[in-house]
Nanobody, 115 residues
Framework: QVQLVESGGGLVQPGGSLRLSCAASGSIFSINVMTWYRQAPGKQRELVASIATGGRTNYADSVKGRFTISSFNAQNTVYLQMNSLKPEDTAVYYC?????????WGQGTQVTVSS
């Protein structure tokens, strides 16, 4: 099992930046892919960005050029750097860790983009 704790959400004005953190613990050696998802009110959860153990990244079209996902650092933390934020980026952001036979979710962190 992998435990995930997200942090870094908050209220930011349009055009601003936030950096989300996802701290992983437990069986982190089994993780193949780390993914950030988000879910806005009344909408389905959607993939935002992912990074595989080999470093390959994938981004939703809506965030390409604005968001950057990092690989694990020495503190077993994955970041999502979010720049040029828009009101439509408002959502609860979730961290997901996937291994061959399991996946784990964090509790989510709220991001609100509003003036």
């Amino acid at each position: 099992q992998v435990q995930l704790v997200e942090s870094g959400g908050g209220l930011v004005q349009p055009g601003g930046s936030l950096r989300l953190s996802c701290a992983a613990s437990g069986s982190i050696f089994s993780i193949n892919v780390m993914t950030w998802y988000r879910q806005a009110p009344g909408k389905q959860r959607e993939l935002v960005a992912s990074i595989a153990t080999g470093g390959r990244t994938n981004y939703a079209d809506s965030v390409k050029g604005r968001f950057t996902i990092s690989s694990f650092n020495a503190q077993n933390t994955v970041y999502l750097q979010m720049n040029s934020l828009k009101p439509e980026d408002t959502a609860v952001y979730y961290c997901n860790a996937r291994s061959l036979d399991n996946e784990n979710w964090g509790q989510g962190t709220q991001v609100t983009v509003s003036s």
